[in-house]
């Protein structure tokens, strides 16, 4: 999977309006093992059940968006907070 990086371009954050940049694949491996221990939420509070193969977080690291079948998600509701007991 590839995702166009010149959309990061013109694509920010639903909720902050921030920026966003591709999750770097070590960081992203260590998101995906906090949402299998049922650590990590969505910005409804909802558990994060399904583990994501890409995504983009916002430039200060407290919301990422999953990439599926390379399209980003970037709707409010499946902004995952990384940063636990932080909002905008």
Known sequence: MSFDKQLLDIVCC??????????????????NARIASGE?????D???????????????ERFAYPIRDDIPLLLEEFGIVIAQGEGP
């Open 46 to 60: 909802s558990p994060v059940t399904e583990p994501m193969e890409q995504a983009l977080m916002t430039e200060d």
């Open 40 to 44: 990590l939420k969505y910005r409804d």
């Open 14 to 31: 639903p909720a902050t309006h921030m920026p966003l940049r591709l999750m770097p694949e070590a960081m992203l491996e260590r998101l």
